[in-house]
C-alpha cells in the first residue's frame, strides 16, 4: 500500500480528499500544521506528500524542504496561491506538481497517480535528450538546438508524460486523463489535437513530419526514445 502525507488544514478538503484517496487504496497520514506534520515524518517514510503552502503555524515549502533532506519523496503543493513565482519557487525546491485550488478529486487524484508512476522510475535521468531536443526534467526546462522552448503549463505536462514514457504507446484516453487545463476543467478530445499540434510546432525541426512525437494510427502516439 503506498502511503500519503497529507498536510492541510482546511477541514473540508481534508474530510473530502482523505476518503477519496482511501478509496483508491492509498494509506494516508492526516496532518493540520508543520508542528504535527514534522512529529509523523520521523522515523517514517511516505511514498507521497500533499503540503498546503499556507500553514497556521508556517508553510509547506518548509516541510518539502525536509522531506528532500532525507529522502527524494514525491511533493505536490495544494494551494489557493496559483500565482507563477509560487509555483516556480515550489518547482524549485524539487515538488513534482502544483494543484490549484478550489480543485476536482478526480483530477487531483489522476495527478496523484501520475506522480506516482512517475517516482516508480527511480532510474530515470534528470535530463534527456533526443534528436537536438532536451529536457531538463527537475528544472522543468525545454531546449531546442540549444535554445529554450518557450511552453505553457499544460503543453509542458503534455511533453512530461511522453518523455517519462519513451518508446510507449500512449492511447487519446490515457493522455486525457492525465491532463487538464490551468482552469481545472478536463481537456477535451479536441484540445487534445490542438495541444498536440501546438506541441510539436514547438519541438519538431518539421511539424507537419514529426520524427519525435509519432502518430500510431487508430491507437495514440508514441515518443521515440
Known amino acids: 500500500m503506498k502511503r500519503i502525507l497529507l498536510v492541510e488544514d482546511d477541514k473540508a478538503i481534508v474530510m473530502g480528499l482523505s476518503y477519496a484517496l482511501r478509496e483508491e487504496g492509498y494509506g494516508v497520514t492526516v496532518c493540520q500544521n508543520t508542528a504535527s506534520a514534522r512529529k509523523e515524518m520521523q522515523g517514517r517514510r511516505f511514498d507521497l506528500a500533499i503540503l498546503d503552502v499556507t500553514l497556521p503555524d508556517g508553510n509547506g515549502y518548509d516541510i518539502c524542504r525536509i522531506i ?34 478550489p480543485f476536482r478529486l478526480r483530477e487531483l487524484l489522476s495527478r496523484v497517480r501520475t506522480v506516482l508512476r512517475r517516482a516508480g522510475r527511480s532510474g530515470e535521468k534528470d535530463e534527456v535528450s533526443m534528436d537536438g531536443l532536451t529536457v531538463q526534467l527537475k528544472q522543468g526546462k525545454v531546449m531546442k538546438n540549444g535554445a529554450e522552448v518557450p511552453l505553457t503549463a499544460l503543453e509542458y505536462r503534455l511533453l512530461q508524460i511522453f518523455v517519462m514514457n519513451r518508446g510507449q504507446l500512449l492511447t487519446r484516453g490515457q493522455l486525457l486523463e492525465d491532463i487538464w487545463d490551468a482552469g481545472g476543467d478536463f481537456v477535451n478530445d479536441n484540445t487534445l489535437t490542438v495541444y498536440i499540434k501546438r506541441l510539436r510546432e514547438k519541438i519538431e525541426d518539421d511539424p507537419q513530419n514529426p520524427v519525435l512525437l509519432r502518430t500510431v494510427r487508430g491507437l495514440g502516439y508514441r515518443m521515440e526514445e
Open 68 to 101: 528532500k533532506e532525507s529522502a527524494d519523496t514525491p511533493v505536490i503543493f495544494l494551494t489557493v496561491l496559483n500565482e507563477e513565482s509560487h509555483v516556480v519557487r515550489g518547482l524549485d525546491m524539487g515538488a513534482d506538481d502544483y494543484v490549484a485550488k
